[in-house]
Nanobody, 115 residues
Framework: QVQLVESGGGVVQPGGSLRVSCAAS????????MGWFRQTPGKQRELVAI???????AYGDGMKGRFTVSRDNAKKMVYLQMNALKPEDTAVYYC?????????WGQGTQVTVSS
């Protein structure tokens, strides 16, 4: 089993920055990709950014430039740095890991952008 624990969510003012982190643990022989998705009520979960093994980072529409994803393989961590945040970035942010072709999700961390 794979466990994912996110941290770092919270409330931030428009234009502010926030970094969320995700720690992976458990049985992980081969991690194919690590990254982040987000979801707001009534909408489908959407890609924020994902880091595959040996490939280019993929960002969701409109994410590149303000959001930066990074991955620490030794620590089995993935991070999301969010800058110039907008109210429409308010969502639950979910960590996602693909291990051996199987996808796993964290419990989510709330990010609220509000003045």
């Amino acid at each position: 089993q794979v466990q994912l624990v996110e941290s770092g969510g919270g409330v931030v003012q428009p234009g502010g920055s926030l970094r969320v982190s995700c720690a992976a643990s458990g049985s992980m022989l081969t991690i194919y990709a690590m990254g982040w998705f987000r979801q707001t009520p009534g909408k489908q979960r959407e890609l924020v950014a994902i880091v595959p093994n040996g490939g280019s980072i993929a960002y969701g529409d409109g994410m590149k430039g303000r959001f930066t994803v990074s991955r620490d393989n030794a620590k089995k961590m993935v991070y999301l740095q969010m800058n110039a945040l907008k109210p429409e970035d308010t969502a639950v942010y979910y960590c996602h890991v693909n291990v051996g072709g199987v996808g796993y999700w964290g419990q989510g961390t709330q990010v609220t952008v509000s003045s």
